[in-house]
C-alpha cells in the first residue's frame, strides 16, 4: 500500500483546519510542507499543533535558491538552513531541495555535500525551464534533468532522491525519448519517495494538473513505481477555503494504487 501526501506551503494557514480533518479521516498519510523563506516564526508552531508526519520541500528557484551557482552559496546556505530548521522543529525525517537552473550539476553536488545533513533527498527536474522571468528564458536548461545528473549528486553528495514523475516525463519528452523507459532509469536510483500529478502526455512543461484532468497514463505510470512508495500529491487547489480536489485525487490515486495488478 502506498503512502499518500498532501503538498502545501508554510503559509497556507487557511488549509490547517481542513488538512487535520481529513489527516484523522486516513485520506492521507503526510503532509509535504514547501518552506517559505522567513515564514518560520509565523507559522511553524501551527503546523506542529497538527501532529502530523511531514517531509519538509526547501524554498527552489524562485524563492531565491540555486545550487548550480558558486556565487550563490551563501544565499543558497542561509535559505537551507531555514528549511533544516522547520525539518528539525516538525520532526521530519527528509528535506527535499531542486538542483537548480542554467548553472553546473557539478557545483550542486558539491554544495548539497556542504550542508551535510543525512535528510537530504535531491528532486529531479524538467529539461526546460517552466516559467520565463527577468533572469530565465524558456530555453534555459534545468539541473538534474537526467539520470546521469541525479546519479552524480547522490554519489558525490550523499544526498537522497525524491523522483517527480511529471518532471520526469517533460525531461524524456524534450530529449525525445520515451518517457516510461526513462522513468525507469531513474527508478534504477532506488528513490525515497516520488511526486505525482496529471499533465500532458507528450508535454516538456509540467502543469500539476488534478488527477484526470490531464492525459497522464496512471496505469502505466503505477505499474513501474515499487510497491509501498510513498507520493506526495502535487496537484492544483481551486479553492483557498478547502480541499476537495485533492480529496477527489486521494480517490482515483488510491483506486489505482488498488487496481494495478487487476
Known amino acids: 500500500m502506498h503512502k499518500f501526501g498532501l503538498k502545501l506551503w508554510s503559509v497556507n494557514k487557511n488549509y490547517i483546519d481542513t488538512a487535520k480533518k481529513l489527516y484523522d479521516e486516513n485520506i492521507y498519510d503526510y503532509i509535504e510542507l514547501y518552506a517559505i523563506p522567513s515564514s518560520f516564526d509565523e507559522y511553524a508552531a501551527l503546523w506542529k499543533s497538527l ?3 511531514y517531509i519538509i520541500h526547501g524554498p527552489h528557484f524562485m524563492h531565491g535558491i540555486n545550487f548550480s551557482f ?5 544565499d543558497n546556505m542561509k535559505l537551507a538552513y531555514e528549511a533544516l530548521k522547520y525539518a528539525d522543529y516538525l520532526n521530519a525525517d527528509k528535506v527535499i531541495f531542486h538542483p537548480g537552473i542554467k548553472g553546473d550539476y557539478r557545483q550542486t553536488a558539491k554544495q548539497i555535500k556542504m550542508i551535510n545533513d543525512e535528510r537530504i533527498l535531491i528532486e529531479n527536474k524538467p529539461y526546460h525551464v517552466a516559467v ?3 533572469n530565465l528564458s524558456l530555453d534555459d536548461v534545468c539541473v ?3 539520470p546521469e545528473q541525479i546519479k552524480y549528486i547522490m554519489e558525490e553528495s550523499g544526498a537522497g532522491f525524491c523522483l517527480d514523475l511529471g518532471h520526469g516525463t517533460c525531461a524524456a519528452n524534450s530529449l525525445h525519448i520515451n518517457y516510461l523507459e526513462f522513468l525507469k532509469e531513474f527508478i534504477s536510483l532506488n528513490p525515497y519517495m516520488y511526486h505525482i500529478s496529471d499533465g500532458e502526455i507528450n508535454g516538456t512543461t509540467d ?3 488534478n488527477i484526470g484532468k490531464g492525459s497522464y497514463d496512471f496505469h502505466k505510470l503505477f505499474s513501474i513505481v515499487p510497491e509501498n512508495s510513498i507520493m506526495s500529491v502535487e496537484t ?6 478547502n480541499l476537495d480536489d485533492f480529496v477527489c485525487d486521494m480517490k482515483l490515486l488510491r483506486e489505482y494504487s488498488r487496481n494495478i495488478n487487476n
Open 51 to 53: 501532529n502530523i508526519p
Open 70 to 74: 558558486e556565487d550563490k552559496l551563501n
Open 132 to 134: 520565463e522571468t527577468e
Open 144 to 146: 538534474g534533468y537526467s
Open 207 to 209: 502543469k500539476h494538473y
Open 236 to 241: 492544483a487547489k481551486s479553492s483557498k477555503d
